[in-house]
């Protein structure tokens, strides 16, 4: 069996010391009798696989102690519907900057609850770069201002945190978090879909500070409820258990890695050997994204003839370096190098792209 780089943008590759790990206890999990899997949420095994997930990720993030964690169902796009149901009144202000395809999203999930405010984008540009923080036009009465800290897409990434006031800042973090140090208590929610750099697709976390989540918000489901799923531990009907286990086996192994300073490091490293490999082809690979908004998660890049994509997919994939196929709303390529992606799988890809380049340049 040979596991390729997988450069997917999500789900993406996972560490194979977690699959392992996840083999090795599928079938019975630490003398349970059975699969963690097929045990009840509320039992003391799951109690404990979920607890040991949550505090994991707090001391991965530091999450201060006044900010609730919650493991949820509904992926990220579920986040952006509940945030303006949960956060703001009927109709009420929300600020939301524009810089890629899930800003957008977040936008249209918004719209029926909020009066959405678009106080910066990039979108006339092509989504290229992060707009100013001087040129926004913030509301005076917004219910909080929403960013999009990495576009997953467009490859766009906040590399400053914006001062947004006293008004809470929620940010999708679903293909930046846990990549960098991060100071939670500037924002007022940080979430994210799992399925880039926390685990397999079907979980979310949403990290929330607790005096918003006091807010009336707007008539919904106890369901629908952030304070209803904090106040029952995320556990107000049956979570996605497997998901939840894998995730805690993700954190684990990232502090056992060095924790998210280790990843910043080496995040680093890797992105900026696929931008020197890019901007120095001469014009064979071409990134448009202006240099100091460039995402160190997702590197999305053309070759100077659409006719040469083909060929540079499929002997790429003969080289052991899969899903680099960009997405269609951008085409080209699109390489996804999150935490579980090793430094070597980025200096394989680095190398075939130079190759290619000689080949066909
Ligand atoms: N936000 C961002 C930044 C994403 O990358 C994605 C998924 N690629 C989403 C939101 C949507 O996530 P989900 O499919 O989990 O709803």
Known sequence: MTRAYNFSAGPATLPEAVLRQAQAEMLEWHGAGASIVELSHRGPEFLQVAQEAEADLRALMSIPDD???????GGATSQQALIPLNFAAPGQKADYVLTGHWGKTAIKQAKPYVDVNVAASSEADGYRDVPERGAWRLSDDA????????????????????????????????????????????????????????????VSVAIIRRDLL???????????????????????????????????????WMRAQGGVEAFAASNQRKSALLYDVIDGSGGFYRNEVAAGARSRMNVPFFLKDEALDKPFLAEAKAAGLISLKGHRALGGMRASIYNAMPEAGVEALAGFMRDFQQRNG
């Open 143 to 202: 219910a909080y201002v929403h960013i999009t800290a990495n576009e997953t897409i467009h490859g766009v990434e906040f590399r400053d945190i914006p001062d947004v006031g006293d008004v809470p800042l929620v940010a999708d973090f679903s293909s930046s978090i846990v990549s960098e140090p991060l100071d939670v208590s500037k924002f007022g929610v940080i979430y994210a879909g799992a399925q880039k750099n926390l685990g397999p697709v079907g």
């Open 214 to 252: 006091e807010r009336a918000g707007q008539p919904r489901a106890d369901i629908f409820t952030y304070a209803s799923h904090a106040s029952k531990e995320s556990m107000l009907n049956t979570p996605p258990t497997w998901n939840w286990y894998l995730a805690g086996l993700v954190f684990k």
């Open 67 to 73: 900010y609730a964690v919650l493991f949820l169902q």
